[in-house]
């Protein structure tokens, strides 16, 4: 096998497409986007045994200070998973031969990695891709992380079966008042709102270091996939970003005030239910403090794996990375960094 960098949008975006492990996050432009507001060189990796490819690997490159790092995907983006993506070929191989495959693979991608000297290596599997043992073998630390899912082909009432009284409490609360969600393409209004948020929750925020022109791009590249939600009654009183894909609607970003968080997501799995998804992912599992409120709709668990690789400078890159996105993105935003 051999790794090497493709630049055939048109051949990239096909592969990912036919790859069950694909996600909108590897589509061609969603990596450009990432590139542009993440000050991070996109490396689109993909493995060939002879001319037969068997996956694609993006890459995130960055050098600063003399420290190096490689991420799939890039910091600062708010993009939960991105990693390989394999063939459908590769699915339907027997055990022995999808693993030497994958053996193979995961060996010429280090090599790649190895030419470029990393301080640190960290890659966000997508969930789906579970053997992560190549990476172990290879000097990787692995950490096992989790996602929420929820069951579409069930019955609606069955889906509301499943939450816990707290919930349906709230949304009952709420649906007396019959707040109206629209889709709106105010990117800026979004994320004032997240940075207000979240900074009064003492939490820390890429929001106000982050140019809202990034969603913006995103929104603009993909308008049936990617869609912003506001939840108005008597002013904004909830925002949230959806990632539909294939059968998948992905609460990506968003909060809302109260009870209106819970009524926002119920209507949102409604509304998926009636597109005909199958499922409805609530990201982030393995966040102690946001698992009671996520966990309160009655989804099932799945995992998904982050591998990583540093040296001694390692945490110093990795730190350093994320002072720079914040900085270069203030900069792009025309916004000065925290603490300036």
């Keep these: 096998m051999h790794a090497r960098i493709v630049y055939d949008q048109g051949w990239w975006d096909r592969f990912a497409a036919d790859s069950p492990g694909g996600t909108l996050f590897h589509r061609w432009k969603f990596l450009e986007i990432m590139e542009k507001y993440s000050s991070f060189k996109m490396l689109p990796y993909a493995v060939f045994r002879g001319e037969e490819p068997v996956c694609i690997f993006p890459l995130f ?115 007396h008042t019959a707040p109206e969600i629209r889709r709106s393409e105010d990117t800026r209004a979004f994320y004032q709102i ?75 799995i409604k509304r998926a239910k009636a597109a005909g998804l199958r499922r409805f992912e609530i990201y982030d599992g393995h966040t102690r403090r946001l698992t009671p409120f996520k966990s309160k709709f009655g989804p099932g668990l799945e995992k998904c794996y982050s591998v990583s690789r540093k040296n001694i400078f390692g945490t110093c890159a990795r730190w350093a990375y994320i002072a720079l996105a914040k900085a270069r993105s203030a900069t792009v935003s025309g916004r000065l960094p925290e603490g300036e």
Excluded at 100 to 123: C, G, H
């Design 61 to 175: 490159y960055r050098s600063y200070g003399g420290l190096k790092a490689v991420f799939s995907p890039p910091l600062q983006t708010n993009v939960p998973y991105l990693g390989p993506a394999f063939s459908e070929g590769y699915y339907g191989l027997r055990q022995r031969r999808k693993e030497s495959y994958l053996n193979d693979a995961v060996e010429e991608v280090n090599r790649e990695i190895a030419r470029l000297s990393p301080s640190y290596v960290a890659v966000d599997a997508a969930p789906g891709f579970d053997d992560v043992r190549p990476f172990l073998w290879s000097g990787y630390d692995v950490d096992v992380k989790y996602t929420y899912v929820i069951d579409l082909a069930r019955p609606l009432d069955r889906i509301w079966e499943g939450f816990d009284a707290s919930c349906k409490k709230r949304i009952r609360r709420c649906e």
């Design 194 to 268: 997240m940075d207000e948020r979240l900074r009064l929750k003492g939490q820390s925020s890429v929001y106000g270091s982050q140019s809202h022109e990034y969603l913006r791009d995103i929104l603009t590249a993909f308008p049936e996939n990617v869609k912003m939600h506001f939840l108005c009654d008597h002013g904004i009183s909830g925002v949230q970003v959806t990632c539909e894909y294939r059968d998948t609607l992905l609460l990506w970003l968003g909060s809302a005030n109260g009870h209106y968080n819970e009524y926002l997501i119920w209507e949102l």
